[in-house]
């Protein structure tokens, strides 16, 4: 009935499922209530073009056009909102800077005259320059996934929620997936279970990759008073130690924290949330009485910090679309286009030819050796 089945609705799988679905009969099965409701709905909910390793840039850099001007019908406002992505750092840091921008020569330098101004709440003395990159912008993660989620039910794909997958096996050119209270059977399998990724390989007899879930969280604070925040940038310490932004006239804040983790139901943990508080009181002058609202997310990375998209060296029709990290949602039009170009063997759609080029720097074969 089925040609492909993906297993994990969010926005990794929900994206790859509306791809395949123009082509295939696909079957996407959701272990949770709803799509999205793990890393995916979590989202700090930004678009750096600038952040991550080459892989993560190029498959980002594919997906702004997608973003910037989606296809009739996928969502009723714009994807991206303009907001100016800033790197800064200490005098102590001065190298960590040097090194980004010769890395990325995109970014344009400041000093600490020109940081007082665009975040009037930096305290004096503290940070010495940035690198502003004015092509980034805040991403509204919900319109995306609903995006996704429309355009694939349009194709016809075909959603289950409340199954969670017991049991994975493969025969006569099938694999039968068991559900609490079915068996579904498909010549292929997706892999886009996010943190539980490796337990889902685990239930077809595979070797772990090593994927390794992070916890990141994050919290809500109040503005300054009479303070217009809504045009100041998106904060990110050069080293990753802290980034702060606006978020609907609050200050959203993460201590950028990655503490392994178990797949399971994030929450934040009050450690992680006064290591948040210290290191933004450190070069900011706010006064803050309470925190509004916390909450915490699984990054899951490989053990390389690159994605992992291609079928398994071993296993005939499983195909691995895990390992996102924070990224998963700012590159998930052109991760989607390359699982369906590899899957189908199809031709990459205009725009998305560069993405090419990173197919060998994905496959699961890299841990096969």
Same mark, same amino acid.
């Not at 503490?259 to 139901?265: F, G």
């Not at 290191?279 to 900011?284: G, I, Q, Y």
């Given at each position: ?132 990159? =004015? ?132 929450? =934040? ?63 998930? =039009? ?36």
């Amino acid at each position: 009935m089925y040609d492909i089945i993906v297993i994990g609705a969010g926005i990794a799988g929900t994206s790859a499922a509306a791809e395949l679905a123009m082509d295939a009969r696909v079957l996407l099965l959701e272990a949770e209530a709803r799509p999205g409701m793990h890393a995916s709905g979590r989202s700090a909910a930004y678009f750096a073009p600038t952040y991550g390793n080459e892989v993560v840039q190029n498959l980002t850099a594919a997906s702004e056009r997608f973003f910037r001007k989606p296809p009739t019908g996928f969502a009723e406002a714009p994807l991206i909102h303009p907001r100016d992505l800033l790197f800064v750092g200490t005098q102590a840091q001065a190298a960590s800077i040097d090194a980004m921008q010769a890395a990325s020569p995109s970014l344009s330098v400041i000093d600490a005259a020109e940081l007082a101004k665009r975040v009037p709440i930096i305290k004096a003395g503290t940070l010495s320059q940035g690198l502003i990159d =004015p092509v980034g912008g805040d991403l509204d993660v919900d319109a995306v996934l609903q995006g996704y989620l429309r355009l694939y039910r349009q194709r016809g794909g075909a959603l289950l929620t409340n199954s969670a997958v017991t049991g994975l096996s493969y025969s006569l050119g099938q694999w039968q997936v068991a559900l609490s209270d079915r068996q579904i059977t498909a010549p292929i399998i997706v892999n886009a279970a996010g943190a539980w990724a490796d337990e889902v390989a685990a239930l077809a007899s595979l070797k772990p990759l090593g994927l390794m879930p992070k916890r990141r969280t994050a919290i809500l604070l109040n503005a300054p008073a009479l303070a217009d925040i809504k045009d100041w940038p998106m904060v990110i310490d050069v080293d990753e130690q802290f980034y702060f932004k606006p978020d609907a006239g609050q200050i959203l804040l993460s201590p950028a924290d990655e503490t392994p983790s178990l797949p399971c139901d994030a929450q =934040p943990e009050e450690l992680d949330i006064a290591i948040a508080m210290d290191r933004f009181l450190a070069v900011v002058d706010l006064d803050i009485k309470s925190i509004n609202h916390s909450w915490a997310g699984l990054r899951t990375f490989a053990p390389d910090k690159t994605f992992v998209v291609g079928f398994d060296p071993i296993a005939k029709g499983f195909f691995w679309l895990a390992g996102q990290g924070g990224y998963g949602v700012q590159s998930s =039009p052109g991760m989607s286009q390359l699982a369906r170009h590899l899957i189908l063997q199809s031709a990459l759609p205009t725009g998305y030819e560069r993405i090419k080029a990173s197919v060998e720097a994905v496959s699961p074969t890299r841990f096969s050796s």
